[in-house]
């Protein structure tokens, strides 16, 4: 069950803090930690691109 549609920032790979999300590049996402202030990207959730070929096959 979803609560909301709130991303949450993705937590800083350095310190515990927490990332400000400064904006998509391509397919990255970069944020800016508040507590030590590095940037760092991460993967854009892929969309959900129906493809013709299922991942399944029916053998
Ligand atoms: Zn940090």
Known sequence: ???GTSPQPPA???CP???VPLGQL???RW???RDCGIDFNRR???S???SPQA???AS
Do not use: D, E, N, Q
Request: proline share 12%.
């Open 12 to 14: 800083c790979p350095v």
């Open 48 to 50: 959900p691109s129906p």
């Open 31 to 33: 944020y800016r930690c």
């Open 26 to 28: 391509g397919r990255l």
């Open 17 to 19: 803090g927490r990332g």
């Open 55 to 57: 991942a399944g096959r």
């Open 1 to 3: 069950m979803f609560t």
């Open 44 to 46: 854009a959730k892929a």
